[in-house]
């Protein structure tokens, strides 16, 4: 199929892009790489009166680490990402991550910022974002404004933008260089979207654990923040039962819906095998 008629805007800069929104009053749509929102088009399940493309701004692509965070522009590509040797240095965990995003030439269009606003739960960023807990910077006709991860994803493909905001920065802590990181995932090919996807963030020495994160991908409407799971290691350490028990109450905090890749159950199981994987992967990278 093609994409329905829509008038094709390529501005310059993000004001020009935001006074573009403001006109077509919620019927526009951002294009960024492209990868989610062109099929989306051609299958007619979106039917903008226009899009916005902001390829043509390069003021939005970028990686810049400052004080302790990585700053990266909206239209920093996932090829890029996956490349750089701030991120593998600063975030190992999101550059794991963005190995498993679709396949090469997805990664050589997809962008950081596009993937975080499209808000696919079963998708790697917005997992990163939940579990570092992060945030983006979006700007709209009455300026800048910075929304937390919690914050941001509502639902499905939702997110708390308004209609005439773009999303221009994404920012990550970076992570301790003792920490150990990983991120688990199941899918049923390589390049599928994850049926279920853990990351995994551990700090701490020996069977001692100062520091857990773990967050989802694929286990409901928005990426879920594994914060009960997360205490069971903080307070009981990084051996067999505490590990396990973290595993378990991680199954317990999601309720996936069922979908003709996996059931609902299915799902949960998936949320506790991998969860134990993540957090033993991520335990025996500390220190490295």
Not at 60 to 80: C, E, K, P, S
Not at 137 to 142: E, F, I, N, S, T
Not at 159 to 186: N, Y
Not at 267 to 283: D, Q, S
Request: charged share 25%; aromatic share 4%.
């Amino acid at each position: 199929m093609k994409p329905a008629k829509f008038e094709y805007h390529a501005p310059g800069s993000v004001d020009e892009a935001i006074a573009l929104l403001g006109r077509y009053e919620g019927d526009a749509k951002v294009l960024a790489g492209g990868q989610s929102l062109v099929p989306l088009l051609n299958f007619r399940l979106s039917r903008p009166a226009a899009l916005i493309d902001l390829n043509r701004i390069p003021s939005l692509a970028y990686i810049r680490a400052d004080d302790g965070v990585v700053r990266f522009g909206a239209m920093t590509r996932q090829r890029t990402i996956e490349f750089s040797d701030v991120v593998r240095q600063r975030l190992p965990l999101l550059s794991e991550a963005t190995r498993l995003v679709g396949h090469l030439p997805i990664r050589t269009r997809g962008t950081i910022g596009g993937s975080i606003a499209h808000a696919d739960p079963s998708a790697e960023y917005p997992a990163i974002l939940a579990a570092l807990d992060g945030e983006v910077v979006v700007k709209g006709p009455k300026g800048e404004r910075t929304v937390k991860a919690r914050e941001l994803f509502q639902t499905y493909l939702t997110t708390s933008l308004e209609s005439d905001e773009v999303l221009t920065e994404v920012r990550l802590p970076a992570i301790d260089a003792g920490a150990g990181t990983a991120f688990e995932e199941f899918s049923r090919r390589h390049g599928d979207f994850a049926i279920i996807g853990i990351a995994a963030v551990i700090a701490g020495d020996g069977a001692s654990c100062s520091m857990a994160r773990l967050a989802t991908a694929g286990a409901g409407p928005i990426p879920v923040r594994l914060r009960a799971a997360e205490e069971i290691l903080e307070r009981d350490g990084l051996g067999d039962a505490p590990i396990a028990a973290a595993a378990a109450r991680a199954a317990e905090l999601v309720d996936p819906d069922s979908d003709i890749h996996a059931s609902s159950a299915y799902r949960k199981h998936l949320t506790g095998v991998l969860t134990e994987r993540a957090v033993r992967r991520a335990m025996a990278k500390r220190g490295r």
